[in-house]
């Protein structure tokens, strides 16, 4: 039997859960920052070079000719880097586009195992948020930010070892300076994370706010409601405007703070070597040549460059945190699992489910629809669910179904049931009726599909369209009547051949006449097979061996048939 079972969460902080997202894409991921490292390191033979050009041919006065070799080297330096520049862009960009298409999946998948009942208790446009903004917040992080990481701890070190090898003065003030840059940067990046935070809830909140009015738009201009809702746009979209100036401020301080420091130890490096060739400062044993002191010189900005990038992209790091705190709300990880504790029987005569005290209760709700449940369902065994209208039918009928996880209790399904389940507001696809049928078994024959049609009743109203089950319906079934949209919700349980049928008033809103054709269908289809039909009408009661009533939140047995 399969059993719910309830996984602990996870708890794994936003920081583990980037870096287990980023495992997808390592290879290219080092790749990219080995050429960032490689790029970087570059830059002392090109000034090296540039340094040597210089003083052959202003303070030796060396004849052009002789600089050839020299400006051939530096070209090839300076394409080598470029190169190295292209390929790590295009290296950061293939890992970040396949940790987005890893993620989304995840994201799907998530969403598909937290089940529809889950699904529809959140706004959709915020599930959408997080599935596209949220997720694009990552770019900048694995694209920008992870690449980089690398460079700002090997071309410092790499430009460090050169200035002291070359100057020592250079090198400590360089060396002095370089600490200032990271504590500054954390200082600012404290404050970052939460404004980003703040920033992303706000345009999750608009997303789903925005989502929401849209498919209400008819009810809103019914109701005259226009202006009132185009304010509560209007102050999602400012509280947005808002969030992310908060966030582009912090943004620019950090790289004001970097700038800052960078600026005054070049200056600073400017001033020694400036005094030292005047003469006013002699600090070195040897006597500094024009070559030295225009390497020292070139060095400097480049110390700070992998910094100075760092900074720009600090932000995304931060985004990225509180991107993946969002995230991770819709992350598979955490999901409650159906695990199969092998205790399954594959006689004839054993229950397809099997409940045993379960307390069902909806997601954010606090209190339970229905409580102290024990119910067997097995083949050939018909029943009617009756209840009075929000006493908790369909909420039983999802919950075997596995789209609402149990609350408490055990609740067992034989080993590789099939379920059908036509809910009370079947979801269709903007598309042809014929796809919408064929959603629940792709590879079903034209023929199939008709005769399931058939059966469902569905080509009595299909006959009279001008395609035939070839009509394109409009989103979520624009276009179809209440009962009609449930006929073909039916005609998908047929498609499926379930062992156990879990109908949600599948006759309701149909004439007596269509209702007596679609209980036939079902009381023929379902020989063999388990049958729970929650409804309201007498005649589909009758058509059924036994009669559940659900009352109190308690579900009490009622007639058996003869
Ligand atoms: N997502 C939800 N969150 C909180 N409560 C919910 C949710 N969905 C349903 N409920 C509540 O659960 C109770 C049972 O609802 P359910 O749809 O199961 O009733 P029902 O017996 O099928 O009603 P009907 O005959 O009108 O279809 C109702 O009080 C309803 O308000």
């Given at each position: 039997?399969s059993?719910?079972?309830?996984?602990?969460?996870?708890?794994?902080?936003?920081?583990?859960?980037?870096?287990?997202?980023?495992?997808?894409?390592?290879?290219?991921?080092?790749?990219?920052?080995?050429?960032?490292?490689?790029?970087?390191?570059?830059?002392?033979?090109?000034?090296?070079?540039?340094?040597?050009?210089?003083?052959?041919?202003?303070?030796?006065?060396?004849?052009?000719?002789?600089?050839?070799?020299?400006?051939?080297?530096?070209?090839?330096?300076?394409?080598?880097?470029?190169?190295?520049?292209?390929?790590?862009?295009?290296?950061?960009?293939?890992?970040?586009?396949?940790?987005?298409?890893?993620?989304?999946?995840?994201?799907?998948?998530?969403?598909?195992?937290?089940?529809?009942?889950?699904?529809?208790?959140?706004?959709?446009?915020?599930?959408?948020?997080?599935?596209?903004?949220?997720?694009?917040?990552?770019?900048?992080?694995?694209?920008?930010?992870?690449?980089?990481?690398?460079?700002?701890?090997?071309?410092?070190?790499?430009?460090?070892l050169?200035?002291?090898?070359?100057?020592r003065?250079?090198?400590?003030?360089?060396?002095?300076?370089?600490?200032?840059?990271?504590?500054?940067?954390?200082?600012?990046?404290?404050?970052?994370?939460?404004?980003?935070?703040?920033?992303?809830?706000?345009?999750?909140?608009?997303?789903?706010?925005?989502?929401?009015?849209?498919?209400?738009?008819?009810?809103?201009?019914?109701?005259?409601?226009?202006?009132?809702?185009?304010?509560?746009?209007?102050?999602?979209a400012?509280e947005?405007?808002?969030?992310?100036?908060?966030?582009?401020?912090i943004?620019?301080?950090?790289?004001?703070?970097?700038?800052?420091?960078?600026?005054?130890?070049?200056?600073?490096?400017?001033?020694?070597?400036?005094?030292?060739?005047?003469?006013m400062?002699?600090?070195?044993?040897?006597?500094?040549?024009?070559?030295?002191?225009?390497?020292?010189?070139?060095?400097?900005?480049?110390?700070?460059?992998?910094l100075?990038?760092?900074?720009?992209h600090?932000?995304?790091?931060?985004?990225?945190?509180?991107?993946?705190?969002?995230?991770a709300?819709?992350?598979?990880?955490?999901?409650?699992?159906?695990?199969?504790?092998?205790?399954?029987?594959?006689?004839?005569?054993?229950?397809?489910?099997?409940?045993?005290?379960?307390?069902?209760?909806?997601?954010?709700?606090?209190?339970?629809?229905?409580?102290?449940?024990?119910?067997?369902?097995?083949?050939?065994?018909?029943?009617?669910?009756?209840?009075?209208?929000?006493?908790?039918?369909?909420?039983?009928?999802?919950?075997?179904?596995?789209?609402?996880?149990?609350?408490?209790?055990?609740?067992?399904?034989?080993?590789?049931?099939?379920?059908?389940?036509?809910?009370?507001?079947?979801?269709?696809?903007?598309?042809?009726?014929?796809?919408?049928?064929?959603?629940?078994?792709?590879?079903?024959?034209?023929?199939?599909?008709?005769?399931?049609?058939?059966?469902?009743?569905v080509?009595?109203?299909?006959?009279?369209?001008?395609?035939?089950?070839?009509?394109?319906?409009?989103?979520?079934?624009?276009?179809?009547?209440?009962?009609?949209?449930?006929?073909?919700?039916?005609?998908?349980?047929?498609?499926?051949?379930?062992?156990?049928?879990?109908?949600?008033?599948?006759?309701?809103?149909?004439?007596?006449?269509t209702?007596a054709?679609?209980?036939?269908?079902?009381?023929?289809?379902?020989?063999?097979?388990?049958?729970?039909?929650?409804?309201?009408?007498?005649?589909?009661?009758?058509?059924?061996?036994?009669?559940?009533?659900?009352?109190?939140?308690?579900?009490?047995?009622?007639?058996?048939?003869?």
């Amino acid at each position: 039997m399969s059993r719910e079972a309830t996984a602990a969460p996870t708890g794994a902080s936003a920081k583990a859960r980037l870096r287990a997202i980023g495992d997808v894409a390592r290879n290219p991921l080092r790749a990219a920052a080995a050429s960032g490292v490689a790029g970087g390191v570059l830059v002392l033979p090109q000034a090296a070079l540039i340094a040597a050009c210089l003083q052959r041919a202003l303070v030796d006065h060396a004849p052009p000719a002789t600089l050839l070799p020299l400006l051939l080297a530096l070209l090839a330096t300076l394409l080598l880097r470029a190169g190295l520049a292209w390929a790590g862009r295009r290296l950061a960009d293939r890992a970040v586009e396949t940790i987005r298409i890893d993620l989304r999946a995840r994201i799907a998948r998530g969403l598909v195992a937290r089940g529809p009942v889950w699904v529809r208790s959140q706004q959709s446009g915020a599930l959408a948020e997080r599935m596209g903004a949220h997720v694009d917040a990552l770019e900048g992080y694995f694209g920008g930010f992870v690449p980089l990481r690398a460079e700002v701890v090997g071309v410092p070190l790499a430009i460090l070892l050169a200035a002291f090898f070359v100057d020592r003065t250079v090198g400590l003030v360089l060396l002095l300076t370089m600490p200032l840059v990271p504590i500054f940067m954390m200082l600012v990046g404290w404050g970052a994370q939460a404004a980003s935070q703040r920033q992303l809830q706000a345009l999750t909140r608009m997303g789903g706010h925005f989502a929401d009015r849209l498919r209400g738009l008819g009810l809103i201009r019914l109701y005259g409601r226009g202006d009132a809702e185009l304010q509560g746009i209007r102050a999602a979209a400012e509280e947005l405007r808002v969030r992310s100036l908060r966030v582009l401020r912090i943004a620019f301080l950090s790289s004001a703070v970097l700038e800052f420091f960078a600026s005054l130890s070049v200056a600073m490096i400017a001033l020694y070597l400036g005094l030292s060739y005047l003469g006013m400062l002699d600090l070195r044993a040897t006597p500094l040549t024009l070559g030295m002191g225009v390497f020292c010189l070139l060095l400097a900005p480049e110390f700070y460059a992998p910094l100075r990038r760092l900074a720009t992209h600090y932000h995304d790091r931060a985004a990225a945190l509180a991107a993946m705190d969002e995230i991770a709300m819709v992350l598979e990880d955490d999901v409650p699992v159906v695990t199969d504790d092998g205790v399954g029987t594959s006689d004839a005569s054993a229950p397809l489910v099997s409940a045993r005290g379960i307390a069902l209760r909806h997601p954010a709700a606090t209190h339970d629809v229905l409580r102290d449940i024990t119910l067997d369902l097995g083949r050939d065994q018909h029943v009617a669910l009756t209840g009075a209208s929000g006493d908790g039918k369909s909420t039983l009928l999802e919950a075997l179904a596995g789209w609402l996880p149990v609350h408490s209790g055990s609740l067992q399904r034989a080993p590789g049931l099939r379920i059908g389940y036509a809910p009370q507001r079947p979801f269709l696809f903007a598309g042809t009726l014929r796809d919408n049928l064929r959603m629940a078994k792709a590879d079903a024959s034209d023929a199939e599909l008709e005769q399931a049609a058939e059966a469902a009743q569905v080509m009595r109203f299909a006959a009279r369209l001008p395609d035939g089950l070839d009509t394109v319906i409009g989103e979520r079934g624009f276009g179809l009547s209440g009962g009609e949209a449930r006929r073909v919700a039916l005609a998908r349980v047929f498609l499926r051949d379930p062992d156990l049928l879990l109908l949600d008033e599948p006759t309701a809103f149909l004439d007596p006449d269509t209702e007596a054709a679609v209980l036939l269908a079902i009381l023929r289809f379902a020989k063999g097979r388990g049958v729970l039909m929650a409804t309201h009408s007498d005649a589909a009661q009758a058509t059924m061996m036994q009669v559940w009533h659900v009352r109190d939140g308690r579900l009490h047995r009622g007639r058996h048939a003869p």
